[in-house]
């Protein structure tokens, strides 16, 4: 049974540029979240797709944004990259939107 | 609002000894609570959450721990610690009537000597 996957695994951007990154939930769940995690701290929630639409949303201001398919599958958009931006992102699928999420393994982003 | 202590960077113990990574919470609502560890260059893996009923929860690798409701705390505990124990541990609350965002602490790392 596959977990959670996430790709790329790595990630290098320029200041201004615009990245797209991907996740698909682990089998027999539907519902996404994304977080961020800067390098010491915790990981920060960003926002959460459930039935193809955001649920709920974090601080984070609207350059980023998100999409989930059919498929349950979601994409995580940052446009306009700061270098603040540089952290791991984190993918977390569970089955409806109150259970125990499980992570994938993540997507370091290093914009310079 | 919902939020996290983990007053603890680092915890060290010996391998063999009980091991406590320390956590309290404040939310407005019921907390749901979560314990997660990370290894290097790895997702968060689930150890154990506490929804309701017993204050004693039992999870992964022979992880426990005990839900405090007037002390706001929700301390992982481990009665003998393995070297491979040593991690980054991060607890998690979520507040019942806030949907179903995670809001972590800043993580504990635990070592373990040999």
């Known amino acids: 049974d596959a977990g959670v996957t996430q790709s790329p695994t790595h990630l290098i951007k320029t200041r201004g540029q615009q990245v797209t990154l991907r996740c698909s939930p682990k089998?027999?769940?539907?519902?996404v979240s994304w977080y961020q995690q800067a390098l010491g701290q915790g990981p920060q929630f960003i926002f959460q797709?459930?039935?193809?639409?955001?649920?709920q949303r974090g601080n984070f201001p609207d350059r980023f944004s998100g999409h989930q398919y059919p498929n349950y599958s979601s994409e995580l958009n940052v446009n306009a990259l700061l270098l603040g931006d540089s952290a791991l992102y984190l993918c977390?699928?569970?089955?409806?939107?109150?259970?125990?999420?499980?992570f994938g393994p993540g997507t370091r982003l290093t914009v310079l | 609002a919902q939020s996290v202590a983990q007053p603890e960077d680092q915890v060290n113990v010996a391998e063999g000894n009980p091991l406590t990574v320390k956590c309290t919470y404040s939310v407005s609502g019921n907390p749901y609570l979560f314990w997660y560890v990370q290894y290097p260059n790895r997702g968060l893996q689930f150890l154990l959450k506490?929804?309701?009923?017993?204050?004693l929860v039992k999870g992964s690798y022979g992880f426990e721990a005990e839900f405090n409701k007037s002390q706001t705390s929700f301390h992982l505990k481990k009665p003998s610690a393995l070297v491979s124990d040593s991690a980054l541990y991060f607890c998690a609350v979520r507040d019942n009537n806030a949907g179903n965002m995670l809001t972590f602490g800043g993580g504990t790392r635990l070592m373990v000597k040999p």
């Open positions: 089998s027999g769940h539907d519902t």
């Open positions: 977390a699928s569970s089955w409806g939107t109150v259970n125990e999420q499980f």
């Open positions: 797709y459930y039935e193809e639409e955001e649920r």
């Open positions: 506490y929804i309701t009923g017993d204050n």
